[in-house]
Nanobody
Framework: VQLQASGGGLVQAGGSLRLSCAAS????????MAWFRRAPGKEREFVAT????????HYADSVKGRFTISRDNAKNTMYLQMNTLKPEDTAVYYC????????????????WGQGTLVTVSS
């Protein structure tokens, strides 16, 4: 599967953005999906994951209550609604697809998008 992330941009602190991850192929619903991010000078970190049906989600503590992950299997697309953004949310956001279990560990994901930059100004 090929993944294309989009929706990043520059936003003021307290604002919102919605990221999208479009997947190619007809097997999107067979993959667990996730968002990760890499801030400048830092390692890539887990943000959120969602199971194949969209009924189960998990979040990093740093985004819980502010971010919402969702998917539309009919549109082969995953989303990340980001509210109440903070400067520390500035990062390149990557979407990922995995064939096995939803996990916060990047090793469980087989396919990665190219990333979309989110910049939050204070």
């Amino acid at each position: 599967v090929q993944l294309q992330a989009s929706g990043g941009g520059l936003v003021q602190a307290g604002g919102s953005l919605r990221l999208s991850c479009a997947a190619s192929g007809r097997t999107f619903s067979s993959y667990v999906m996730a968002w990760f991010r890499r801030a400048p000078g830092k390692e890539r970190e887990f943000v959120a994951t969602i199971d194949r049906s969209g009924s189960s989600t998990h979040y990093a503590d740093s985004v819980k209550g502010r971010f919402t992950i969702s998917r539309d299997n009919a549109k082969n697309t995953m989303y990340l609604q980001m509210n109440t953004l903070k400067p520390e949310d500035t990062a390149v956001y990557y979407c990922a697809a995995g064939r096995y279990s939803a996990s916060r560990y990047s090793e469980y994901y087989d396919y990665w998008g190219q990333g979309t930059l989110v910049t939050v100004s204070s």
